[in-house]
């Protein structure tokens, strides 16, 4: 069992209840020393506690003793749930450091989980997702992943290159037998199945955008109404609106929730040529952040005529949204050739303004976009991008084998780097360093 450690749980400030957390060699000991005899174990019960030196009572607290390997870390832990007082809590956070414990470092709680096999590496990056969950949908992938959803995919995929590879091996080492052939054939087939499935989850974004946002790019020229939109949909002056072309030229990110799901709608600045330094800065952050948009939004001031709509229209693809904005006010020439353009590119349109009803209309659009690209009907095999890369590398591994038929010995040796590729999702094989890179993201207290 590892050093003890402590840390505060809840949020700290004023507060009607404060949780500190123990964990680790000698917990239960300092426990005794403050309440007296330890209560019983994983139920809760009042104590006194006291300063042991003095015998000063410095609150009255709810205590849960709970003995290792049964606990959240696999070690003897205990929770003291104080009042949440600053005073109380400094307290408390004095007597512990006295008695020996030290403050836990950020994720040392469920690292040391981790560590005990409490959980794998997986199941403990659900933990931290799982505290910073805003929306429902972060709420629901994060504890699906945390039950282990996330890592049963992985480990069906694993066990079944692990068959295909036994099979593998059985014809290696009986070459004299009449079952190589019959094995080497199994094993291919089981193999082509499982490396289908994951070069299938390697372009699977489902997880990351669920766990980020879903990123949506207004696009357009300069006094498109791009920023009043955007001030719309999210109910607020985010943006600044004025007549003056180019007023917007950085990339304002603004955070909103469709449906239950995280987005980012972003407005930019608007793309045309420029000699102005900062706005053409404006310009080509604005390009970079609309290709990599998981949706693009062309706005088109459906009132004007000439307006250079069609330069921003080529980062268009399909499944991107042409709105026709200023629906409210006479037609120009350019929603005619807007609308038109788009039709003959299979690229939905839809007429908007700043009233209220359209607004309504064009946030329902965009509540369906973003859930349609965020469901699924199983569990995604990444939410991270630490998981798409191994999921890559194992996907890499596996076409090399599928093409390296007349050598099983090459086969089998990549079949096994795929699988160790998946295990390093589950922080089988994860180096040090890894593992701090992971932890370190984590609040303390967790």
């Known amino acids: ?53 003095t015998a000063e009572l410095v609150d009255e607290a709810l205590v849960l003793w709970l003995p290792g390997p049964g606990s959240f870390t696999g070690e003897d832990s205990a929770e003291l749930h104080l009042h949440g ?20 470092e950020p994720g040392e709680f469920t690292r040391r989980a981790f560590e005990n096999d409490r959980l794998d590496l997986a199941q403990a990056e659900a ?34 290159l692990l068959d295909a590879l036994a099979m593998l091996e059985a014809a290696i080492d009986f070459p004299d037998e009449d079952l190589p052939d019959a094995l080497v054939a199994g094993a291919r087939e089981r193999l082509s199945g499982v490396a289908r499935e994951i070069a299938d989850s390697v372009g699977d974004t489902r997880g990351e955008r669920v766990r980020e946002g879903y990123r949506i790019a207004l696009i357009g020229v300069p006094n498109a109404g791009k920023s ?20 917007t030229r950085d990339v ?15 407005d930019m600045a608007g ?13 080509r952050r604005a390009g970079a952040w609309a290709q990599a948009a998981d949706l693009r939004l062309l706005v088109v001031d459906g009132a004007s005529t000439g307006s250079g709509w069609t330069g921003p229209a080529d980062l268009l693809v399909q499944g991107d949204l042409v709105l026709l904005n200023k629906s409210d006010c006479p037609p120009g020439a350019d929603r005619r050739a807007a609308e038109g353009w788009a039709i003959e590119r299979g690229l939905e349109t839809l007429a908007v303004s700043i009233r209220a009803e359209e607004l309504d209309m064009l946030r329902s659009r965009l509540t ?41 010995e090459l086969v089998a040796e990549n079949i096994r780097l795929a699988a160790r590729s998946l295990e390093r999702i589950a922080g089988r094989l994860d180096p040090e360093s890894v593992l701090d890179r992971v932890f370190s993201t984590f609040c303390i207290g967790k």
Request: proline share 4%; no cysteine; net charge positive.
């Open 1 to 53: 069992m590892r050093d003890g450690v402590f840390a505060l749980a809840t949020a700290p400030g004023r507060a009607a209840i404060a949780v500190i957390r123990l964990s680790g060699e000698g917990v239960g000991a300092v426990v005794e020393r403050l309440v007296g005899k330890l209560p019983p174990p994983r139920r809760a019960s009042t104590r006194r506690l006291r300063d042991p030196d």
């Open 85 to 104: 007082g600053a005073a109380v809590v400094a307290r408390v956070a004095e007597l512990l450091l006295r008695l020996g414990l030290r403050l836990a």
């Open 127 to 160: 933990v931290a997702d799982l505290v910073d969950a805003e929306t429902e949908a972060q709420r629901r992938q994060a504890l699906a992943q945390l039950r282990g959803d996330l890592s049963r995919r992985h480990e069906t995929w694993r066990s079944a």
């Open 228 to 247: 009043s939109l955007l001030n719309g949909l999210v109910g607020r002056d985010v943006a600044i609106v004025t007549e003056i072309a180019g007023t």
């Open 252 to 266: 304002l990110e603004t955070p909103l929730v469709l449906g239950g799901y995280s987005v980012v709608l972003a």
């Open 271 to 283: 793309l045309r040529a420029t000699n102005d330094r900062v706005e053409a800065e404006g310009v």
């Open 368 to 408: 369906e976009k973003a859930t349609a690209a965020m469901t699924g009907a199983e569990f995604p095999a990444a939410t991270r991008m630490r998981h798409r890369e191994a999921l890559s590398t194992a996907s890499g591994f596996l076409d090399r084998a599928l093409h390296a038929e007349s050598d099983p």
